[in-house]
């Protein structure tokens, strides 16, 4: 499976992205995605999760309110949209496909957030 993250950028506080996440494979509706971030001399946080049919969607603390996840089964495509974005928010966001015990990550997508 081939994951591949795009649509970070650079951002002013309060802007909006959407963060895109393709992966490869003809069961992708059964996958399980996530988005995590990851700033540099930190571990890497979850901060979204969806299950395959995206009727179950899970956020961490920090980013509830502010970011959403959802996907489209038809493109393969599962999305990160984050709204008011926070300088804190500045980090590389990378996107991980779970199918069965499997776990495949892209090669993340960097958001920096300044004025």
């Given at each position: 499976v081939h994951v591949v993250e795009s649509g970070g950028g650079l951002v002013q506080p309060g802007g909006s992205l959407r963060l895109s996440c393709t992966a490869s494979g003809s069961?992708?509706?059964?996958?399980?995605?996530?988005?995590?971030?990851?700033?540099?001399?930190?571990?890497?946080?979850?901060v979204a999760v969806i299950d395959g049919a995206g009727g179950f969607t899970n956020y961490a603390g920090s980013v509830k309110g502010r970011?959403?996840?959802?996907?489209?089964?038809?493109?393969?495509?599962?999305?990160?949209?984050?709204?008011?974005?926070?300088?804190?928010d500045t980090a590389v966001y990378y996107c991980k496909a779970k199918s069965g015990p499997e776990n495949y990550w892209g090669q993340g997508t960097q958001v920096t957030v300044s004025s």
């Open positions: 069961t992708f509706s059964q996958y399980v995605m996530s988005w995590f971030r990851q700033i540099p001399g930190k571990e890497r946080e979850i970011f959403r996840i959802s996907r489209d089964n038809t493109k393969n495509t599962a999305y990160l949209q984050i709204n008011n974005l926070k300088p804190e």
